[in-house]
């Protein structure tokens, strides 16, 4: 089936008891059994709920995996994920990732005995002679929120070659415009709050694999740890896949325009985002992805900067979060990488004048309109 066509109907059948074309929502916390060991395939709703299963059957169809499990919020599905590390392995971050996955790992993972690198991983070959050995490596392409883009194929192979585990969070892309497990990758991990969602109303999060030992994992940590996605999250999350394939379109269109108009105003001094065809990544990221997506950031140089154009801003909506329908405007500085340190921000270049924007589905030139009043006030 075509791409659209999974979008809309990948793991969903009409309910066979009603013929209801739209999966319901199984708002149960148990199921009634006709004896011991007699059930229909559901026990206990933390085990199984058949939305859920539905939403799973989806998105493993969408990135082309061979199964997927749904969790509360894209956090609780990376730590299940980093849970297939033991005590004394080693896992290699690409730098520039989304706070939330650097605290977990430095914060958390770390009193477990879990050993961490964060290494540039833009460039394979340079990263490959410097990473040494690790279990697993993590990377986000593009990077959040400084837009680097990974070589997702020739990190798979220079992961696989130590006999570890890649893994990508294609939060930023959707399976509308990059497929990871294609290139290579063993597990794609998803916000589905956010662009699979689309819409602002749920918080939820996926891992696809391809592999069926990463799969039992999986389904045992969804069961054993309970950070499950509801079933009402789940129906929201399947209705929001059904316009996946005609929404991101949508947001690459607004996002090519936003960027070129950002690119053009003096008081912006860079924008990252790599649809630009002088962006060093851009290459790479035209082999591996079909599309740039909607995600920019761009650097105002100050603080103070920053914070007059985010008062001024009214459609472009300040809120820590991407993907919805609506544009969402941020400072990662003070808001997704607070966690990092003064002196890890400005190793990386998240300086106090970046500003992430997310840009939505409205009409562009309200957009840009928007924007033009507030950078009048920079």
């Known amino acids: 089936m075509g791409f659209s066509t999974d979008c809309i109907h990948a793991g969903q059948e009409p309910d066979p008891s009603t013929g209801a074309i739209i999966t319901p929502i199984f708002q149960t916390s148990t199921y009634v059994q006709q004896g011991i060991g007699q059930h229909k395939g559901y026990e206990y709703a933390r085990t199984q709920n058949p939305t859920r299963r539905a939403l799973e059957k989806n998105l493993a169809a969408l990135e082309g995996g061979a199964d997927a499990y749904c969790f509360a919020s894209g956090m609780a599905a990376t730590n299940a994920v980093l849970g297939l590390l033991k005590a004394g392995e080693r896992v290699v971050v690409s730098d520039n990732v989304y706070g939330g996955t650097h605290r977990l790992i430095t914060k958390v993972l770390s009193r477990q005995g879990i050993r961490s690198a964060f290494l540039d991983a833009s460039d394979a070959v340079t990263f490959d002679a410097a990473a040494g050995d690790f279990a697993m490596l993590w990377i986000e392409t593009p990077t959040n929120p400084l837009m680097k883009i990974c070589d997702i194929a020739a990190l798979a192979e220079a992961a696989h070659r130590r006999g570890a585990v890649l893994v990508v969070d294609n939060t930023f892309m959707s399976p509308c415009f990059q497929r990871p497990l294609g290139l290579g990758a063993d597990i794609v991990v998803h916000s589905t709050t956010k662009f699979l969602n689309g819409h602002s109303d749920s918080v939820g999060g996926v891992a696809v694999t391809r592999h069926e030992a990463h799969a039992e994992w999986l389904r045992f940590v969804q069961n054993a740890a309970g950070a499950i996605l509801s079933p009402f999250d789940s129906w929201l999350v399947l209705r929001g896949t059904k316009t996946l394939a005609l929404r991101m379109p949508k947001h690459e269109e607004n996002g090519r325009a936003v960027a070129q108009f950002l690119r053009e105003q003096k008081r912006v001094r860079k924008v990252y985002w790599p649809g630009f065809s002088d962006?060093?990544?851009?290459?790479?990221?035209?082999?591996?992805?079909?599309?740039?997506?909607?995600m920019i950031s761009f650097e105002l140089g100050e603080l103070e900067a920053a914070r007059r154009l985010l008062r001024s801003v009214r459609l472009c909506s300040l809120g820590e979060s991407l993907g919805g329908i609506e544009t969402l405007i941020s400072h990662p500085a003070t808001m997704t990488h607070a966690g990092y340190t003064q002196a890890e921000r400005d190793a990386l270049g998240i300086g106090d004048g970046l500003v992430r924007i997310s840009v939505g589905c409205e009409d562009?030139?309200?957009?840009?309109?928007?924007?033009t009043r507030a950078l009048e006030a920079v």
């Open 364 to 371: 562009a030139a309200d957009l840009i309109a928007d924007l």
């Open 279 to 294: 962006h060093p990544g851009h290459d790479v990221h035209r082999r591996q992805s079909s599309g740039f997506g909607s």
